[in-house]
Every structure is written in C-alpha cells, then in structure tokens.
C-alpha cells in the first residue's frame, strides 16, 4: 500500500523507469537498489556510482553570531573552517552525546549551510533556535535543495565536463558555489563511500536535467545509479557513522571514537564538560570494528559477547561487498578494545566467532 | 518456470519427492524478492524438522531469510557446494541450488502443499497486493 504521506524526490518517476526497488526511508520513497547492492558497491569502487540523496537535510545559518552560535552548538572549531570548506561534526546535547552528525559549509565569515539527518532534520532545526545566540538566523532550507553524489574513482572525469568549477584543483572537503549542468550549485568534494568524489546541490526543480547529464557523461565511464543498501555498506567498509545505529543521544563524541572532530580547546560548547571529564577519566566503552571469523553475517542489533557475556550490540552489520568479508561496529568496554581480540556475535541463538580489527576497514589508495 | 514435478510451500521453498526423500529449495519468486545470495546456513546430516519448522537461511546483502521445512523429515544430505557458490541461489535457484534432502516423516503433510499452477497463482496475488 502506497502511503500518502510519503515525501517523494523529484528523480522519483526516474528510479522507477531504472527499475529500482524502493523503500520507505526517513518518511521519503527511496531507491534501496537497481542492478542490486553488490553490483553497485563494486561499480562505486571500481568506477563511478550516483546517489540520489535528496532526502538529506538543509540549515541555513547567518547573523553576526552565526559563527558563535555554531561554535557553542557543535564540538568541532568552525575558527579552523574557511570560506569554502566543509566540517564534519556533531551537534551535542549536555551529556556529550550526539543530537546529529552533519556537515557544515561555510559559505561566508558569517553564513554557513548545513548539511544533516533527514530523520533529524526538524529536531536539529528545534535544537539549533532554541539554543542559538541573539542575532543569528536559523532557516530551514531542506524544501530548496536536491542532492546528488557521484562517488568512485571516476567520478572527477565524468564531472569535469559538465562545470566551469575548477574540480581537479578542489581539495577534499571543499567546495564551491556555480555552475553545473547549466544551473546553480554548490559543488562539494565529499561523500559518503569512502572513495573520491563529489556531492552536488541544487534547486529540486532542476535535479532531472543534472542527473541526466550526469549520467550522460558517466556512459562511458561505466556510471551506475547506486541505492540506498550500497550506500550502507560503502560507508560501514569506511567506518562512516549512520546515526540511530552507530551514534546516537546516548553514546559520546569519545565513546563514538570521533575525538578528531572534538575539540575541547576551543573553548565553551554544549557538552563539553562532559567530555572533558570523559577524556581525563577515560571513557569506558569505545566503538570498534570486527570481523567475523567463523562463518556467519553479524546483522543490526544483534548481541554481542565477551567472554560469555553480554556486553553490547552489533550497531552496523554487514557483508562487506569489496573486502569479502563480514563485518561490523559495536561498542565494547574500554578494556577490551585492542586488535585481535575475541568477541561472539549470537546470530539465531547461535555464537558465532569476531575478532577486533583495525578500522576504517577499507581506505582508498590516494590516486594523487 | 516453476517445474510441475515438485510441489510448493507459501513460504516460498520446493520440494521435489522421489520414493519418500524430499529434495528442497527456495523458489525463484524468493530468489529475485531476496536479491544476491552472499550466505546460505544450511542445517546438518542428521538433523531433524518439523513441518514449517526453520531449518536454514539464505542471506543477501541486505537482508536475511529464513528457510522453512515444507514437511517434517530427516537431514540425509546438504548441498555444500552452496556454503562457497552461494551465488548459485540466485542463478539456479530449481536446479543447482538445492539446499536439502530429507527423508520424509509424515508423507501426509504433502497434501498441504501447492502445485506449480496453484503456487504461480499465489504469488501472482502476492505481487499484485
């Protein structure tokens, strides 16, 4: 049964000609596959994939303290982010913990564009005006913006036809503001996969024409349309975190293991007691990477075991297309962190063998 | 497509019965709903099942399905080959992608199976629903 309420995005008639099978995601109709999963990852990869992620959501903040209200909202320091960059951070509640994740686009000294959650957005946009500072403007800007992502080894060549934006010289995680595909964008180079590539945002009424040229220009390079179930894997082979598994309002910046993108020297931010305490007492739990050694795929939220006991569950699970393995992420106590330690994984009421790896599972070899 | 020698559960599995040994499989409606096949579980020599009873799974990227016992029976063989070709699931999913043979139990319990014509149009309604 089609539910009426459903948001639908403006390549949705498109994804159903390319025979995609979709799915119910965050309230919006999505393409979960087309060719099938394991193809797409591959053809990500290898070559190029597209991404329909116009569910993603928009904030637009400005004002003389817009800068100061991002500072005291999020743990990274938006002092290190120039014009023209992109932020991975989080927004922390007073425990430290994540209210989301996100990426901030500073498009002026005192304008930034955020990029977050779609489950997330309307409480991320509740959050963000009931603790911003006077003199800042908080818009919702998700309604104006389409995005796509074009991630794989070939994604710069099958883009660079298509822009005056200089994206060979663009460094990852920047972008610019122009023009692509004959209309007005910004160009990011970012994504979600763990591969090179670039995530591209537009007026929605115009995301046909620049998918169709996308894909048009991709032909030849082997460009797949790509859906939600390779997305999961390509970013868990990443350890990219998804939000409501990996990190949500009970697990820390710390626990999350992202102490890259928390920066308690920056001065006051929401959460940021906490974390200090954390850090000087040392968290108790972190989030690991594992991989199966016996046969068997650890899935979401099955229990995980250390030496008989219950101590956690798997947040992400997958097979994991390009390594040919099976791996996952879950939250272990602090003494049991290091590599090679060995976990059980209850799969159907069956223990099954993991042990503690090195993360992010897969890291691309810089072409440059 | 769905050959008239076996018969069919609701659940989606077949079973082809030679002189009281059932041979099994999923169909390929379950096949093509579940996608590529990356895992299959599959029960040991020995085992024993009840009708409807779970006796294995078969695991795409993306999600796990169980496998159901049509009718009650023994393990006397298990298609190994599927443990390293679980990709034959999805290419052969009637043919080389058997996943049991089991000795039958309760013959009786075949009579609460389909027949190809009655499976095709079963899951015709569930396509259509």
């Known amino acids: ?368 | 497509m769905y050959p008239e020698d076996n018969l069919y559960s609701k659940d989606h599995e077949w079973i082809l019965v030679q002189d009281n040994v059932g041979t099994i499989g999923i169909t390929d409606y379950a096949q093509h709903e579940l996608g590529d096949v990356v895992y299959v579980d599959l029960p040991e020599v020995g085992d024993t099942f009840d009708a409807n009873e779970p006796l294995g799974s078969v695991e795409s990227v993306k999600a796990v399905s169980e496998v159901f016992c049509p009718v009650g029976g023994e393990v006397i063989e298990v298609n190994s080959k599927l443990e390293e070709s679980p990709e034959l699931i999805n290419e052969s999913p009637h043919q080389k992608a058997w996943m049991v043979k089991i000795r039958l139990m309760n013959p009786e319990e075949l009579k609460e199976l389909l027949s190809a014509e009655e499976y095709e149009e079963y899951i015709q309604e569930q396509s259509s629903s």
């Open chain 1, 1 to 368: 049964m089609e539910n009426p309420a459903i948001k639908k995005t403006e390549l949705n008639q498109i994804h159903r000609q390319l025979g995609a099978r979709m799915v119910d995601f965050a309230g919006w109709d999505m393409p979960v596959q087309y060719a099938g999963p394991l193809q797409e990852h591959m053809a990500v990869r290898t070559r190029a994939g597209i991404f329909d992620v116009s569910h993603m959501g928009e904030l637009e903040i400005k004002g003389p303290n817009g800068l100061q209200t991002l500072q005291k909202l999020t743990c990274n320091d938006i002092n290190r982010l120039a014009i023209s960059q992109c932020q991975y951070s989080a927004l922390t509640t007073p425990k430290g913990t994540f209210v989301d994740d996100l990426l901030i686009y500073r498009l002026a000294s005192d304008h930034f564009l955020l990029c977050v959650n779609a489950s997330n957005q309307d409480k991320d946009y509740q959050w963000i005006r009931e603790n911003a500072l006077p003199n800042t403007e908080v818009i919702f800007r998700s309604d104006d913006f389409s995005q796509l992502a074009v991630q794989g080894p070939k994604a710069l060549e099958i883009l660079r036809p298509l822009t005056g934006i200089n994206l060979a010289e663009m460094k990852y995680y920047w972008f610019a503001r122009g023009r692509f595909a004959g209309v007005d964008a910004i160009v990011s180079r970012t994504g979600y996969t763990g591969e090179d590539g670039f995530e591209i945002y537009c007026a929605p009424d115009k995301t046909e024409g620049v998918w169709t040229q996308i894909m048009e220009s991709g032909r030849s390079f082997g460009l797949e349309p790509a859906g939600l179930a390779a997305r999961n894997t390509l970013r868990l082979e990443a350890k990219l975190m998804l939000y409501g598994n990996d990190i949500d309002e009970t697990t820390t910046v710390l626990e999350a293991d992202l102490g890259w993108i928390c920066k308690l020297q920056k001065g006051n931010f929401i959460g940021r007691d906490e974390l200090i305490k954390q850090r000087d007492s040392g968290v108790s739990r972190l989030l690991v990477g594992f991989e199966m050694i016996d046969r068997g795929i650890a899935r979401d939220h099955y229990p995980v075991e250390l030496n008989g006991q219950k101590v956690g569950i798997v947040t992400s699970g997958s097979p994991a297309p390009f390594l040919k393995k099976n791996i996952g992420l879950t939250y272990l106590p602090i003494s049991s962190k290091n590599m090679g330690t060995e976990i059980n994984v209850l799969i159907r009421e069956k223990t099954v063998k993991a042990k503690v790896v090195p993360t992010p599972f897969y890291r691309r070899v810089p072409s440059v």
